[in-house]
């Protein structure tokens, strides 16, 4: 079983930037690729980014360029770093562990999830 801890997220002005992070529990956290989901009011959880187990990387096309993710397997965490936020960026972000999957992009690749950080972005 494994535990997932988002941070990070809060209140920010359009144009800030922003890092949030998950921490992992358990001592296989290399061994999974990790990914940022988020969820806007009355809308799907959807894909944001993913990272591999060797740290290939892959972003909606929604997010390129404005999102960066990456991982560091001797803290456990992978973050997500978000620069230029605009108002719709406003969602709850989630992480998630895959165990299956190399670069997975779907949710049902996911076998964790956390429980979301709120970022709001006003403009």
């Known amino acids: 079983q494994v535990q997932l801890v988002e941070s990070g997220g809060g209140l920010v002005q359009a144009g800030d930037p922003l890092r949030l992070s998950c921490a992992a529990s358990?001592?296989?956290?290399?061994?999974?690729?990790m990914g940022w989901f988020r969820q806007a009011p009355g809308k799907e959880r959807e894909f944001v980014a993913a990272i591999s187990r060797s740290t290939n990387t892959y972003y909606a096309d929604s997010v390129k360029g404005r999102f960066t993710i990456s991982r560091d397997n001797a803290k456990n965490t992978v973050y997500l770093q978000i620069n230029s936020l605009k108002p719709e960026d406003t969602a709850v972000y989630y992480c998630a562990a895959s165990t299956k999957y190399n670069l997975p992009r779907e949710r049902y690749q996911y076998d964790y999830w956390g429980q979301g950080t709120q970022v709001t972005v006003s403009s």
């Open positions: 358990g001592r296989t956290f290399g061994s999974y690729a």
